[in-house]
């Protein structure tokens, strides 16, 4: 068994006790390479089938190949999908774009309280229709007290600090110091009425093992990751997906799954933050944990 089995077997693991412990479970889809590996992990859990509902917080302002890619990946893996979002500030457009706040005010609005509020089914979303293959008013507006997410420990700082089970208390707020510890596979899944809890079953996994895994697999991904530009032009590509006015893609040439490999296992990236092409994550000093601290993703 090489370290990508090794991986996948401890991910399938957590997903289904995920959805063996909890009534009421998501799982955040970014559209990003992290979440779609966690998309096709969960596949695979359950034989091909998702068995819950898949989120996605729709900021308005996400780059528009990454709604196509959402949109056709849905429909033709017949996935439960859901979207929300901050429909008051987007219309008054108190967002950065619009000059009216700072990148991390606009992440507070438009991420967190969207998901936030999404999740706990205090604000009307959207679901894809089965049939018209449309998003129409979701008429259950169901709470989910399990959220699963695609993020690594090794991405950003205050991601290190998470546990596979992550209790948020009542309003998704994280406190950090009180966490309970996870030795030898052993989880805390019983926690107190009113908890909403985060699963992380890519914790482990870090950058090169991800895309590792998608050309093992073959995973279809969105083709901003991959540098598109003519010969004659400097190489570029996104490394890491967000809203179009703060995300900027790196220098680099790889046009394929298996060059990126090689570039990561090179070295070559090994200076620059996976998230630098992040223009919040600067606002805030390098960091996201305050954000983070009062439920963002």
């Not at 530009?229 to 394929?256: E, F, N």
Request: aromatic fraction near 10%; hydrophobic fraction near 35%; charge should be neutral.
């Amino acid at each position: 068994m090489n370290h990508l089995d090794k991986l996948e077997n401890k991910s399938v693991f957590l997903l289904r006790e995920a959805y063996h412990q909890f009534k009421n479970l998501c799982m955040l889809w970014s559209i990003g390479k992290d979440s779609t590996v966690l998309l096709w992990l969960a596949r695979k859990a359950f034989f091909g089938h998702v068995p819950f509902p898949l989120v996605h917080i729709d900021t308005t302002y996400k780059i528009p190949e990454m709604i196509t890619y959402r949109d056709r990946l849905a429909r033709e893996l017949g996935l439960d999908m859901i979207v929300g979002m901050n429909t008051d500030v987007i219309a008054s457009q108190q967002t950065f774009p619009a000059g009216a706040t700072t990148r991390l005010q606009c992440c507070q609005a438009l991420k967190t309280q969207a998901l936030i509020n999404t999740i706990n089914g205090s604000w009307p979303r959207q679901r894809l229709d089965p049939v018209s293959g449309e998003y129409k008013p979701d008429p259950s507006n169901q709470p989910f007290e399990g959220v699963i997410v695609g993020l690594r420990a090794d991405e950003e700082g205050s991601r290190s600090k998470e546990r596979y089970f992550s209790a948020r208390d009542e309003r998704s707020r994280w406190d950090i110091a009180d966490q309970p510890p996870e030795f030898w596979n052993q989880f805390k899944t019983d926690f107190a009425p009113g908890t909403h809890v985060r699963v992380h079953p890519l914790l482990d996994w870090t950058e090169l093992n991800i895309w590792e895994y998608i050309e093992r697999e073959n995973i279809p991904l969105v083709s901003l990751y991959f540098n598109q530009q003519p010969a004659d032009q400097p190489g570029k590509r996104y490394r890491s997906l967000g809203c179009w006015p703060c995300t900027q893609p790196v220098s680099s040439t790889s046009r394929t799954v298996s060059e990126i490999v090689t570039e990561l296992r090179s070295g070559q990236l090994s200076t620059i933050a996976e998230r630098s092409g992040r223009a919040q994550d600067k606002e805030d000093g390098g960091g996201l944990e305050e954000l983070r601290r009062k439920g963002y993703m």
